[in-house]
């Protein structure tokens, strides 16, 4: 009898397991990468990336991502995005890079003054003072 319950609770977490795989997997293949130049964004407008392939994707970030892209000491540059494909055929960004000489950069603004780092551009938050662009190799 005992043997039984065991068998049955056995094969219940087996069961378990698997639909999480299967829903990990699920995740998985939402995630995804872009690589291309941005096109000329116009106030008010959504970013757009321009794959190498010809195709162009509309962007939706956070307002820092938003930022940092639209610097435009940056303009020009290639940039390597991650996020999820929404159903709507935007692309939701969660991490933004630059590719330099073939490698992914991180965008940072930092104050030499205050030596804060931010992650959009702009003033210092203490001092007010301009922040440096500064992109970073590495994830």
Known sequence: MLSEKFARALRAVSALGAA?????????AQDASLR???????DGEPLRLAAADGTTVELASDESID???RDPRLAGR?????GTRRDDGRFAVEKAYTVKDGEIH???YYCVICHITTHEPGRCMCCQGDTDLREIPGE
């Open 20 to 28: 999480l795989v299967v829903a990990v997997l699920a995740v998985q």
């Open 36 to 42: 291309g130049r941005l096109e000329p964004p116009a």
């Open 67 to 69: 930022r940092a892209m």
């Open 78 to 82: 290639l940039w390597d995005v991650r």
């Open 106 to 108: 991180r965008v940072t």
